[in-house]
Protein backbone atom coordinates (compact mmCIF):
# COMPACT_ATOMS: atom_id res chain seq x y z
CA UNK A 1 0.00 0.00 0.00
CA UNK A 2 0.88 3.70 -0.47
CA UNK A 3 1.12 6.35 -2.80
CA UNK A 4 4.29 6.50 -4.82
CA UNK A 5 5.75 10.00 -6.20
CA UNK A 6 8.79 10.80 -8.77
CA UNK A 7 10.46 13.86 -8.98
CA UNK A 8 13.66 14.57 -10.87
CA UNK A 9 15.09 16.88 -8.35
CA UNK A 10 16.27 15.16 -5.56
CA UNK A 11 18.90 12.65 -4.74
CA UNK A 12 16.33 10.13 -3.93
CA UNK A 13 14.04 11.07 -7.33
CA UNK A 14 10.67 9.00 -5.35
CA UNK A 15 9.01 8.78 -2.83
CA UNK A 16 6.45 6.67 -1.40
CA UNK A 17 3.98 7.56 1.45
CA UNK A 18 2.37 4.54 3.78
CA UNK A 19 -0.35 6.03 5.64
CA UNK A 20 -3.14 3.54 7.89
CA UNK A 21 -6.63 4.46 8.94
CA UNK A 22 -6.98 1.55 11.03
CA UNK A 23 -4.66 1.71 13.93
CA UNK A 24 -4.17 -2.27 13.81
CA UNK A 25 -2.18 -1.84 10.64
CA UNK A 26 0.22 0.95 11.93
CA UNK A 27 3.48 -0.77 12.95
CA UNK A 28 6.78 -0.27 14.96
CA UNK A 29 10.10 1.10 13.62
CA UNK A 30 11.73 -1.77 12.68
CA UNK A 31 9.00 -3.08 11.20
CA UNK A 32 8.43 0.15 9.37
CA UNK A 33 12.26 -0.08 7.85
CA UNK A 34 11.92 -3.56 6.57
CA UNK A 35 8.28 -2.85 4.82
CA UNK A 36 10.57 -0.50 2.90
CA UNK A 37 13.64 -1.90 2.52
CA UNK A 38 11.97 -5.05 1.18
CA UNK A 39 9.83 -2.77 -1.55
CA UNK A 40 13.06 -1.82 -2.68
CA UNK A 41 13.48 1.44 -0.93
CA UNK A 42 14.70 2.78 2.98
CA UNK A 43 12.68 4.78 5.23
CA UNK A 44 12.71 8.45 4.79
CA UNK A 45 16.45 10.47 5.12
CA UNK A 46 15.62 14.43 4.98
CA UNK A 47 18.44 16.50 4.04
CA UNK A 48 17.47 19.87 3.29
CA UNK A 49 14.75 22.18 4.30
CA UNK A 50 13.81 21.55 0.57
CA UNK A 51 13.15 17.83 0.73
CA UNK A 52 11.34 18.77 4.11
CA UNK A 53 9.02 21.28 2.29
CA UNK A 54 8.65 18.57 -0.95
CA UNK A 55 7.33 16.15 2.01
CA UNK A 56 4.92 18.45 3.86
CA UNK A 57 4.01 19.33 0.46
CA UNK A 58 3.03 15.50 -0.06
CA UNK A 59 1.48 15.39 2.77
CA UNK A 60 -0.99 18.20 2.73
CA UNK A 61 -1.74 16.59 -0.96
CA UNK A 62 -3.09 13.26 0.87
CA UNK A 63 -4.97 15.00 3.05
CA UNK A 64 -6.81 17.07 0.96
CA UNK A 65 -7.36 14.01 -1.80
CA UNK A 66 -10.29 13.21 0.49
CA UNK A 67 -8.91 9.56 1.86
CA UNK A 68 -9.78 10.30 5.21
CA UNK A 69 -6.04 10.77 6.56
CA UNK A 70 -6.25 12.09 10.22
CA UNK A 71 -3.96 12.04 13.08
CA UNK A 72 -1.13 9.71 12.66
CA UNK A 73 2.52 10.17 12.57
CA UNK A 74 4.85 9.08 10.05
CA UNK A 75 8.00 7.08 10.73
CA UNK A 76 11.41 8.45 9.00
CA UNK A 77 14.81 6.77 8.94
CA UNK A 78 16.46 9.01 12.00
CA UNK A 79 17.24 6.69 14.75
CA UNK A 80 19.49 6.47 17.34
CA UNK A 81 21.36 2.88 18.65
CA UNK A 82 22.12 1.87 21.61
CA UNK A 83 21.27 3.73 25.45
CA UNK A 84 24.49 4.92 26.08
CA UNK A 85 24.88 9.16 26.34
CA UNK A 86 20.88 8.63 25.95
CA UNK A 87 20.32 11.26 28.64
CA UNK A 88 23.40 13.36 28.12
CA UNK A 89 23.55 16.59 26.19
CA UNK A 90 24.81 15.03 23.83
CA UNK A 91 22.01 12.96 22.69
CA UNK A 92 20.53 14.81 19.75
CA UNK A 93 24.14 14.55 17.92
CA UNK A 94 23.69 9.96 18.45
CA UNK A 95 20.95 10.23 15.64
CA UNK A 96 21.64 8.67 12.22
CA UNK A 97 19.77 7.90 9.13
CA UNK A 98 18.84 4.08 8.74
CA UNK A 99 20.32 4.42 5.07
CA UNK A 100 23.87 5.57 5.84
CA UNK A 101 23.41 9.64 4.62
CA UNK A 102 25.20 11.65 6.79
CA UNK A 103 22.84 14.91 6.33
CA UNK A 104 22.83 16.95 9.41
CA UNK A 105 19.66 18.64 8.55
CA UNK A 106 17.22 18.54 11.78
CA UNK A 107 13.59 19.45 12.09
CA UNK A 108 12.78 18.76 15.39
CA UNK A 109 9.82 20.22 17.75
CA UNK A 110 10.65 22.73 20.61
CA UNK A 111 12.26 20.57 23.10
CA UNK A 112 12.74 17.36 21.13
CA UNK A 113 14.24 14.89 20.85
CA UNK A 114 13.72 14.30 24.71
CA UNK A 115 15.95 11.02 24.10
CA UNK A 116 16.06 8.59 27.36
CA UNK A 117 14.15 5.87 26.26
CA UNK A 118 12.84 7.47 23.01
CA UNK A 119 15.22 6.18 20.16
CA UNK A 120 13.25 6.50 16.73
CA UNK A 121 11.95 9.24 15.13
CA UNK A 122 8.45 10.36 13.71
CA UNK A 123 7.17 13.46 11.88
CA UNK A 124 4.40 14.93 13.32
CA UNK A 125 1.16 14.70 11.83
CA UNK A 126 -1.55 15.56 14.39
CA UNK A 127 -4.11 18.40 12.46
CA UNK A 128 -6.17 18.26 15.60
CA UNK A 129 -4.34 17.99 17.76
CA UNK A 130 -4.04 21.59 20.10
CA UNK A 131 -0.50 23.32 18.98
CA UNK A 132 2.04 23.29 21.97
CA UNK A 133 4.80 25.43 22.32
CA UNK A 134 6.67 24.86 19.16
CA UNK A 135 3.03 25.73 17.41
CA UNK A 136 0.71 22.69 15.52
CA UNK A 137 1.94 19.32 15.57
CA UNK A 138 2.49 19.34 11.94
CA UNK A 139 5.58 18.39 10.19
CA UNK A 140 8.12 18.52 12.56
CA UNK A 141 10.67 15.75 14.29
CA UNK A 142 9.71 14.07 17.51
CA UNK A 143 11.53 11.16 19.27
CA UNK A 144 9.54 8.41 20.30
CA UNK A 145 9.77 4.62 21.61
CA UNK A 146 10.47 2.57 18.77
CA UNK A 147 7.76 -0.09 19.75
CA UNK A 148 5.19 2.57 19.09
CA UNK A 149 2.88 1.99 16.20
CA UNK A 150 2.98 4.85 13.34
Not at 16 to 31: I, M, T
Not at 65 to 83: A, C, N, P
Not at 107 to 132: F, L, R
Amino acid sequence: PGQKVCYGAFKRSCYKLAYFQDLSRRVGFQEARQACEMDGGALLSLESEAEQQLIENMLQNLTKSGSGVSDGDFWIGLWRSGDGLATSSACPDLYQWADGSLSPFRNWYTDEPSCGSEACVVMYHQPTANPGLGGPYLYQWNDDRCNMKH
